[in-house]
C-alpha cells in the first residue's frame, strides 16, 4: 500500500485541518516550537483555505431487506443497513429500526457505497458552457503549479445536483490537462455551498494535475515554446522536479538550523508537497510507454504518482501499474479521438484489474458522471467478453472503494464498514442494469437526494427564477 494511503497519513492531514491553515499556527499549534520551527517543512499545511465542510445532524436511518454491495467483494443478499451519527453503524440480518429516525424498505433494490469519481472539473466548467465561466485550464505557462482548481470553482454550477442524482457523493475537481503542471486539484463532498472550502472533503489530500503527451507539446508547440515535443515534455518535468528539491532542501534546512526565512514559492510548495508525499500526482497519460517513463520519473525524485488519468494504454503495461502501486482511472468505451486515444480496448478496466493493479471508472464528462453506474456495467461486460469472471460484488469497487483509494480518502470512505461515513446509495434495482435509478442518496447519513419527493432533489440558487423550456418561470422551490 502507498505510503499516501495509510492510516497515520489521513490522521496527520484531519490534525492538519483542525489546527488552522496558516503557517504560523500549524506550526506552532500542530507540533512546531516556539519560535514556530519544525523538524522539516509540512508543504501540505501551507493552506489558508481549510475545509469548513460540517455535515448537518442526520437522524438514523435503517435500510430494510436489500441486496448490499460492500465494495469490499461480499454481495449480501436481505440484509439491513443502519446508519447512524452520520456513520455507518451496523450491516446485518434483523437490525432493530430506530425509535426515531427512517426506515427504508429495501426488498427489491441494492445499496452500495456512494459513488466517487476522481477526475471532473464540475464547477470549473460549469453550466451553461460559455467562455466567460471556462475557468479549468491556466494555459499561460507549461508549469502552473501554482494554481489551485477550488478558486475556479462556482459552486452554484446546476450539474452538481445531477451528478448526486446519478448516486456521485465525492469528487475531485482537476484542473485541465494543457500543461505539464496543470495545479493543484480538490476533493469535494457532493453537497451544496456558498463556498468551495463548505464542499471540500475533510482531511482529504491535495491532487496535483499533470499531463504527458500531445496536449501540453499542442499548446506550448504552437506558441513557439518548449515543450514541442514529447523529450520536450520529459525535460520540462524533470526541470521542474530540481528545482523543486532544490526549494524543499532550502527550507527543511531552514526548520532544523534556523537562519534567514526562505522566500515562500507557491509553485514550488505544490512540487515540494509531492516530494514529501503530502500531495498526490493524478497524472492525465493515455500511451503504455510514456507511463513507463513517468515511472521512472517519479523514481528518480522519489516521488509516488496516484493514479493515471484516461490511461488508454493502460492494458499494455497493466503489470508495471501492480508493480509500482499507481492506479489507472479509465473510461469504459472512450477512444479514437485522437492519436493518442486510438489502440483501445474495451477491456481495458479488466486487464489491468486482473493484474492486480488498482482500476477504476472515471468521467472527465459532465454527462458521463451522471452514469457512473453503467460505465461500469459497461467495463465490467467487457471484460466477461474477454474471458474473464467479474462478479458485480468486485465490479462495484471500480466506481467506489478504488477511486478512494486514488485520493487518498480509502480509511473513512469508500466501502460500506462499520465506522465509516454513510455515503450510501440506494438503487431501485441492480445498479448494473441500464433500467434500474439511483432512488435515495446519502451524504453522511443525510438524505440529500429522494427521487420520489422533489423536497429531496436540490436545485442551485443560479437555476431559480430562470425561465423553463415554456417561457414559464419556475416555482420558488425549483421543481420542473
Known sequence: MRPSLESTKVVQRLLAVACGAVVAATLSACGGD?????????FA??????????????????????????????????????????????????????KKGMVVEGAGKWVTPGIIDVHSHLGDYPAPSIESSQDGNEMTSPNTAQVWAEHSVWTQDPQFALALAGGVTTLQILPGSANLFGGRGVTLKNVPGRSVQDMKFPGAPYGLKMACGENPKRVYGGKGSLPSTRMGNVAGYRQAWIAAAAYRDKWDDYHQNGGEEPERDLQMETLAGVLNGDILVHN????????????????????????????????????????????????????GFKHEAFDMTEANIAIVDQAKACAMIHSDSAIGIQHLNEETAKAMVAGQRAGFHIEPRHAVTWMTLNPARALGIDEVTGSLEK????????????????????????????????????????HSDFELGILNAGGERLPEGGER
Open 45 to 98: 499545511r501551507l493552506d489558508a483555505f481549510p475545509s469548513t465542510y460540517a455535515a448537518d445532524e442526520a437522524a438514523p436511518v435503517l435500510i430494510r431487506g436489500a441486496t448490499v454491495l460492500t465494495g469490499t467483494g461480499e454481495q449480501l443478499m436481505n440484509t439491513d443497513v443502519l446508519l447512524k451519527d452520520g456513520k455507518i453503524s451496523a450491516i446485518g440480518e434483523e437490525l432493530k429500526a430506530p
Open 419 to 458: 465506522g465509516k461515513m454513510a455515503d450510501v446509495v440506494v438503487w431501485s434495482g441492480n445498479p448494473f442494469s441500464v433500467y434500474s435509478k439511483a432512488d435515495k442518496v446519502f451524504v453522511d447519513g443525510v438524505l440529500m437526494y429522494d427521487r420520489d419527493n422533489s423536497e429531496r432533489q436540490p
Open 284 to 335: 492525465h497519460c493515455y500511451r503504455g510507454e510514456e507511463m513507463a517513463i513517468m515511472m521512472d520519473i517519479a523514481k528518480e525524485f522519489g516521488f509516488q504518482i496516484s493514479t493515471f488519468h484516461h490511461a488508454v494504454e493502460a492494458y499494455k503495461v497493466a503489470d508495471l501499474l501492480a508493480e509500482n502501486n499507481v492506479c489507472a482511472a479509465m473510461w469504459a468505451d472512450w477512444w
Open 34 to 42: 516556539e519560535q514556530g520551527k519544525s523538524e522539516g517543512a509540512d
